[in-house]
């Protein structure tokens, strides 16, 4: 079983640190002049970034870009084709690469008439045909799909709530506990992605990574037989860690913002994405713990002295890696 646990911990870890999960943009804005205005941003992280691109079948953007802004979380290009051209309507949007990868890309277009079209360019499907039809009536459910995702691929988070199901041994308190979290998180998500408070990212990853390692000494703790509030009152720690988690949440949002009239539909639209993928967690490992520790109780009792050093582990690890991230 140990050999087995220190696989599956390579490969989070692989995991986690290869893949870039944070979305880009692509914003194509036409002007009732004609003339057209392309913004591409991607994330990056220190030095690295991802190898996707977007193209036009009218070819606009092989042309070299007017504007390049570097910043540290995202790399911003722009175009500006000026009339007369190729219509907008009818080309084929391509992000070259981004079936290599398991992030997404947003897109917004808004046409010279003032029709607009948003929602989201997957890897499985990384070229589109730009319809002023399908204005309007896309994005909100892209958002609760990405909010899904979010949670699916956001290991740290996931990696959280696991060792506070670890720490929590009835379900009065695994409710208590998961609605103060979902409280907390969803209060700091509106407040971040709506720009009423700001953190610098790095900040915030380092601090979710340190919530994991408290949470996995207070497991240690715990199995010594030991007590604090993080056992006997997890909901006030859970609410108290939960606004940390928000922040991080919103880094899905926060480098491409919310639709201009309906930023609050597609907020709750992404929280509740994200609440569903959390309760289908929640749900699964719960039922897991419970017929592990009911079928194989050795086991269990093993896994259960291993996993806090491991989970511990894998926390002490993003919180250098954050740290260097400064």
């Known amino acids: 079983m140990k050999g087995l646990l220190a696989v599956l911990l390579l490969l989070l870890l692989q995991t986690a640190a290869a893949h870039?999960?944070?979305?880009?943009?692509?914003?194509?804005?036409?002007?009732?002049?004609?003339t057209v205005?392309?913004?591409?941003?991607?994330?990056?992280?220190?030095?690295?970034?991802?190898s996707i691109r977007p193209s036009l079948s009218s070819g606009w953007l092989e042309a070299e870009p007017v504007?390049?802004?570097?910043?540290?979380?995202?790399?911003?290009?722009?175009?500006?084709?000026?009339a007369p051209h190729a219509q907008l309507a009818g080309q084929t949007l391509r992000i070259v690469g981004l079936e290599h990868t398991?992030?997404?890309?947003?897109?917004?277009?808004?046409?010279?008439?003032?029709?607009?079209?948003?929602?989201?360019?997957?890897?499985?499907h990384p070229a589109m045909r730009i319809d002023a039809s399908r204005a309007a009536r896309q994005g909100r459910g892209d958002y609760f799909l990405l909010g899904v995702e979010h949670i699916a691929t956001g290991f740290d988070h996931l990696l959280y709530l696991f060792a506070l199901l670890l720490l929590i041994d009835s379900l009065p308190r695994l409710i208590a506990t998961i609605s103060a979290f979902t409280l907390a998180h969803s209060i700091t998500l509106a407040c971040a992605a709506l720009g009423?408070?700001?953190?610098?990212?790095?900040?915030?990853?380092?601090?979710?990574?340190?919530?994991?390692?408290?949470?996995?000494?207070?497991?240690?703790?715990?199995?010594?037989?030991?007590t604090s509030p993080a056992v006997t009152r997890p909901w006030l720690v859970a609410l108290g860690f939960g606004l940390l988690h928000g922040f991080g949440f919103a880094s899905a949002l926060r480098e491409v913002g919310l639709p201009d009239g309906r930023a609050a539909s597609t907020l709750f639209a992404f929280n509740l994405g994200i609440e569903a993928g959390?309760?289908?967690?929640?749900?699964?490992?719960?039922?897991?713990?419970?017929?592990t520790r009911?079928?194989?109780?050795?086991?269990d009792r093993v896994a259960r002295?291993?996993?806090?050093?491991?989970?511990?582990?894998?926390?002490?690890y993003w919180l250098i890696e954050r740290l260097i991230a400064f």
Do not use: C
């Open 67 to 82: 504007e390049r802004h570097l910043e540290p979380e995202a790399l911003t290009l722009r175009w500006r084709i000026a």
């Open 196 to 226: 009423i408070v700001q953190l610098r990212p790095a900040a915030v990853e380092a601090t979710i990574a340190l919530s994991i390692a408290y949470v996995a000494a207070e497991l240690v703790r715990h199995r010594q037989g030991k």
């Open 294 to 299: 009911w079928m194989t109780p050795r086991a």
């Open 102 to 124: 398991i992030t997404d890309v947003f897109f917004r277009f808004r046409f010279a008439d003032g029709r607009e079209s948003s929602g989201l360019i997957k890897a499985a």
């Open 305 to 316: 002295q291993l996993l806090p050093h491991a989970i511990g582990g894998i926390a002490a």
């Open 37 to 50: 205005t392309v913004t591409w941003r991607k994330p990056v992280a220190g030095e690295t970034a991802l």
């Open 278 to 291: 959390q309760i289908l967690f929640v749900s699964v490992v719960f039922k897991l713990l419970w017929l």
């Open 20 to 34: 870039e999960i944070r979305p880009a943009y692509v914003e194509i804005l036409e002007a009732q002049d004609g």
